[in-house]
């Protein structure tokens, strides 16, 4: 029975290959960032209202000035299309069922103009990695306009690639250089090899200029598809001009980054510890939002570590208007599809209105904490 987002990654697990399983598991470095999330969600203590009447509750929110059913977001994932085939698309669907925005990643398998044709009644909205070549990243953002993409999402967090120690181990990696280990671990998960790679051919980034996707996998990436490692206000006030819609930056975990992302025109931030993948020396999300959500700022979205109802309940009674899910709604993917991808949203909302109920909070603006 799958019960808790546990259960849907118990059966990700068994049904990826190691390598895939742990790429998206886990942390960077010693991993000492995903245990400060783990403990800091659950650090915080939400406070109970009685005798209020509070039923049934409601989970509409605004968020970027759009009433919203929920106060939802699924994060961007790179290679989603690798733990399924049409990755994306399924969890735009299944995102789309509850009127929750899906966030296409630079990177991920299938590109924008497919999922928009897969899911045409999902809210996309698209996750920004700024490549070295500039010119070929306002031809991808002419692409996501056309798609009718109106909230861009610039991550900021990523100026390295990340030392991640278990997947230089296991073999997983892009570009992909198969071996011994990394090519049994495939043959493995027959059914996976089948349904991902052996019918479709080996998955890629989808944005990337078909020229380079298959450098992609040898190794001769261009430099000019590098990520650029040292972008500037300068470089967002570029973007700001170029992009009509709306812009969050995600990944910011200051106060003073906050304030001035609002003073530069970013329509909302995500406060976010990139799941704990990247730098593993951050301060957590629980920690920073108080601080921030203290200032002037645009509207706060939050992420990492989600595995409860009541983790989402917990980082909107900190600040955050809404809450993003990366991991959870891949384990769902893995688990079953679409149709598991939208269980794992149905546990996940579940969980929020039941804790709300206890709470007797009729609307996620009723919540409030404890913390330290
Ligand atoms: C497999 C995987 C791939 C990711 N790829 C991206 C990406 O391409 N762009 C990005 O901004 N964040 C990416 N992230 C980070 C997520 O957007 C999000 O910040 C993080 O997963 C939230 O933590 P959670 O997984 O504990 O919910 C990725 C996360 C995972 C797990």
Redesign the pocket.
Known sequence: MLLNTDDFRAAARRRLPRGLFQ??DRGTEDEASLRRIRASLDAVRLEPRVLNGACPVSLETTVLGRVRPTPLVI?????AGMVAANGETLLARAASRFGIPFTV???SVEPIEDIRRGAPDAELWF?L?VWNDRARTADLLRRVAASGCETLVL?VD?QMPPKREYNLRNGFGVPFRPGLRNVTDMLCHPRWLWTVVLRRGMPSYGHYPPEFRNGLMTGEMSEGLRLDPALTWEDFRALRDAWAGRIVL?GVLSAADAERARTEGADGIVV?T??G?NCDSLPTTAEALPRIASGTVPDLLA????RRGSDVLKYLALGACAV?????P?WGLAAGGEAGAVALIDVILSEMRTTMGFLGARTPADLTAFTG
């Open positions: 790429y998206i994060a961007p994932t790179a290679l990643s630079t990177q996750q990695y991550t990523t995600k976010s990139h799941g993948r992420d990492s570590g989600i993003q899910l990366g991991r959870a891949l």
